[in-house]
């Protein structure tokens, strides 16, 4: 069985930082693309940020770029979001992902219906 399980979220005061780690068991990690996403009450779950299998391509949305860093550590199967400069907007909770095939991968916004195993959430606060 596939689980995704986040870690790292809390509450953070405007241009503060945090950092995410999502481990992954019951997937061969490595040759999945994974991302992350986040979802406020009341609206979609929002792509922020995806990462090949390799780890060498990487696509943000537009929101985050620039202060957002995804990662990953496929010998400890985990994944990574550096969380810097955030802001009031940035609170929700935020979900990684494993894309539904192995070696799928473009350079650019993914949809929740590319990926099929979830994480549990974490949430991110961001307030003073």
């Known amino acids: 069985q596939v689980q995704l399980v986040e870690s790292g979220g809390g509450l953070v005061q405007p241009g503060g930082s945090l950092s995410l780690s999502c481990e992954v068991s019951?997937?061969?990690?490595?040759?999945?693309?994974v991302g992350w996403f986040r979802q406020v009450p009341g609206k979609e779950r929002e792509f922020v940020t995806v990462?090949?299998?390799?780890?060498?391509?990487?696509y943000y949305a537009d929101s985050v770029k620039g202060r957002f860093t995804i990662s990953r550590d496929n010998a400890k199967k985990t994944l990574y979001l550096q969380m810097n400069n955030l802001k009031p907007e940035d609170t929700a909770v935020y979900y990684c992902?494993?894309?539904?095939?192995?070696?799928?991968?473009?350079?650019?916004?993914?949809?929740?219906?590319?990926?099929?195993?979830w994480g549990q959430g974490t949430q991110v606060t961001v307030s003073s």
């Open positions: 019951g997937l061969t990690f490595s040759p999945y693309a």
């Open positions: 992902a494993a894309h539904k095939r192995p070696f799928a991968y473009y350079n650019g916004r993914h949809s929740a219906l590319d990926f099929d195993s």
């Open positions: 990462i090949n299998w390799t780890g060498d391509d990487t």
